[in-house]
Structure formats: structure tokens, C-alpha cells
């Protein structure tokens, strides 16, 4: 009886609960899309001058 409460407890309540379906598109509590790739230049330009400056370094 104890092993069947904790098996519905630990496994089928959270998977009942996370099999909601989500809410519908375009309510007002939506965050704002924003291109994720409009910078991505320099994120690059960065990370390729600290990766040498650390290689060059240790040397």
C-alpha cells in the first residue's frame, strides 16, 4: 500500500501536472521577441581575442 502512495506521489502527480496544455499565444504577459543575433559579431570578435590573449599567455 506504502509503495503504490509513494510510486502516484514521487511519478504520476508531477507528470499529470506538466501534461497541461500550455496557455494560447498572444496574451499580454508575453515577453517582447527580440533577434537574438543582432551583436553576435561581436560576442565573437571578444571571445576569439580573450581565447588568444589566454593562449598566448600561458607560453
Known amino acids: 500500500m ?5 510510486f502516484y506521489l514521487i511519478f504520476l502527480i508531477p507528470v499529470i ?3 497541461q496544455n500550455p496557455p494560447p499565444p498572444g ?4 515577453p ?3 533577434p537574438i543575433n ?6 565573437f570578435t571578444a571571445a576569439i581575442l580573450l581565447g588568444s590573449y589566454t ?3 600561458k607560453k
Open 2 to 6: 506504502m509503495k503504490k502512495l509513494a
Open 17 to 19: 501536472a506538466l501534461s
Open 27 to 30: 496574451l499580454p504577459d508575453d
Open 32 to 34: 517582447v521577441a527580440a
Open 38 to 43: 543582432s551583436m553576435l559579431f561581436i560576442l
Open 55 to 57: 593562449i598566448f599567455k
